[in-house]
């Protein structure tokens, strides 16, 4: 109960040390216990550079509160609320949003939130260009000390744009018109968690399970007909000399449900594998499904494993070694490995099991977490490149 309680006010991000420890009291067999804290600066404006694999190069500007009020218009602090504007500017993307979220509704363990945004993509394909954007509302609620469930709403216009018509192939072409090129998608999701893990910026022992459904259109409106189920859980265990194993495993389908025979799974909710958060050795959305180019066209149903060991070499470095395997199938509920044969193109197969070893090093820096790792395909479809990956990643991986 101590480590839990240390746990909730690490959480809060108000403290910059938390240290707990037990006195004496006049009652036999009971302790009373101490907690002293560092409080921290809970305002920050940020400007910075960034740099990864996927999105390129980046730069952003963020103004955050974790003690915001937002009745408060002298200072707009004091009532524990979160707040944070952000504007991201890069090669391959932009992103612009603001949240706010009251941690403790009404004075009940319940978190409920906001948040609009404005998102545009460029590395999702290279054949178009992807933009997203509306609001959220969410509420988060602990069950016990180890599960919580959250419920969001969100609704959002995607829009499929900036088409290269000369160098798309039809096939790809016609997934993207029967899915919708400007779709608004009114989606609900329900959501537990289960963690167990000692700590969430270094875990060396302990479990996370996340359980997703969700559904979009019928009561909910817009455009789109989905439902969907992922469910992601990881094992933590710390062996000897500080050495920690990772077990990883994530599956998911989406289905749509619409009465219409004509329609499918939309292009930007169809699911896939490859890049620095699942499989390393593969480019990003490089594993499933292709046109006979070679242009993911995702699948609807996805299953992926990962097994990594990280050692420590000095304070705040550790080397990793890791496997990840995984494969995407066109149909839902499509389970076990499926290699789909290239229209047109007799004789070659996407998708199917595709499996990776590598290396990486992590940095724990005051800036933040840093990942780098290099994959090596040792299973690929007839596509994916054989030569390895280097993937760069800022953040933790749950």
């Known amino acids: 109960r101590v480590d839990i309680s240390k746990k909730r006010l690490e959480g809060l991000q108000f403290f910059e040390r938390v240290d707990t420890y037990a006195s004496d009291t006049n009652i036999p067999g009971r302790k009373d216990l101490n907690v002293v804290v560092q409080e921290k600066r809970t305002g920050n404006l940020n400007f910075g550079l960034g740099f990864s694999t996927t999105s390129g190069l980046l730069g952003f500007a963020e103004l955050s509160q974790g003690n915001f009020d937002i009745l408060n218009w002298r200072t707009f602090t004091g009532a524990g609320q979160k707040f944070r504007a952000r504007v991201q500017l890069g090669t391959q993307t932009k992103n612009a949003s603001i949240e706010l979220s009251e941690p403790y509704f009404l004075d009940q363990r319940l978190a409920v939130g906001g948040r609009g945004f404005y998102d545009e993509y460029s590395y999702y394909s290279t054949v178009y260009n992807q933009r997203d954007y509306g609001f959220d509302i ?8 180890f599960l919580s469930m959250k419920l969001d709403y969100t609704i959002q216009e995607i829009q499929i744009y900036d088409i290269q018509t000369s160098s798309i192939t039809p096939e790809l072409f016609d997934l993207i018109r029967l899915g919708g090129e400007s779709d608004l998608e009114s989606r609900l999701t329900l959501g537990f968690t289960y963690d167990t893990r000692d700590s969430a910026f270094l875990t060396r022992k302990g479990t ?3 359980l997703t459904t969700y559904t979009a259109g019928g009561f909910l409106g817009g455009d789109v007909q989905i439902y969907g189920v992922d469910v992601d859980a990881a094992q933590y265990f710390l062996l000897p000399y500080d050495i920690i194993l990772l077990l990883n ?7 749509d449900w619409s009465t219409n025979s004509e329609t499918i799974v939309p292009i930007f909710d169809r699911l896939y594998l490859g890049g620095a958060n699942n499989l390393r050795g593969f480019r990003f959305r490089d594993v499933g499904p292709k046109d006979f180019e070679g242009n993911p066209v995702g699948g609807n149903t996805l299953s992926r494993w990962t097994i990594e060991f990280t050692f420590p070499v000095i304070e705040r470095v550790r ?9 995407v199938n066109p149909g839902s509920w499509e389970y076990g490995p499926v290699r789909v044969p290239v229209v047109g193109v007799p004789g070659k197969f996407s998708g199917g099991l595709n499996q990776d070893v590598g290396v ?7 800036i933040g977490p840093l990942r780098l790792d290099y994959g090596y395909p040792v299973q690929e479809d007839s596509f994916s490149s054989r030569s390895g990956q280097f993937q760069f990643s800022v953040g933790y991986q749950f």
Not at 319 to 327: I, K, L, P, Q, S
Request: charged share 20%; net charge positive.
């Open 360 to 366: 990486g090093v992590r940095l724990n820096l005051p």
């Open 138 to 145: 969410f509420g988060r609620k602990p069950i016990t000390n």
């Open 319 to 327: 080397f990793a070694v890791f496997y990840d395997g995984g494969y």
């Open 249 to 255: 495993a994530e599956t998911a389908s989406v289905v």
């Open 208 to 210: 996370r399970i996340d």
